[in-house]
Nanobody, 119 residues
Framework: QVQLVESGGGLVQAGGSLRLSCAAS????????MGWYCQTPGKQRELVAS???????NYPNSVKGRFTISRDNAKNTVYLQMNSLKPEDTGVYYC?????????????WGQGTQVTVSS
């Protein structure tokens, strides 16, 4: 059974940093695109960063240059380093695993971790 467990969220001041971790169990990790999504009240869950098994990354313009996603295949763990945090970064951050070949059939979410950035 695939499980994703996030950690590292918390309360920080604007301009500060946080590092989120997502530990994956099961066999899906090495064959999956790993992503971080943010859920804000009143908005759809939005992609923050993604990384392919080969290490290619993708970021929306809102976080480009501030956030960095990485993965440690030996530890089955994906990270999100968040620097220069802004109040608008506040939300619940979810880890996602999507199989590269069958993303509809094999797609999993973690429980989420709260990130709050104060002014």
């Amino acid at each position: 059974q695939v499980q994703l467990v996030e950690s590292g969220g918390g309360l920080v001041q604007a301009g500060g940093s946080l590092r989120l971790s997502c530990a994956a169990s099961g066999s899906i990790f090495k064959n999956s695109i790993m992503g971080w999504y943010c859920q804000t009240p009143g908005k759809q869950r939005e992609l923050v960063a993604s990384i392919t098994p080969g290490g290619s990354t993708n970021y929306p313009n809102s976080v480009k240059g501030r956030f960095t996603i990485s993965r440690d295949n030996a530890k089955n763990t994906v990270y999100l380093q968040m620097n220069s945090l802004k109040p608008e970064d506040t939300g619940v951050y979810y880890c996602n695993a999507a199989h590269t070949v069958l993303p509809g059939r094999y797609n999993y979410w973690g429980q989420g971790t709260q990130v709050t950035v104060s002014s």
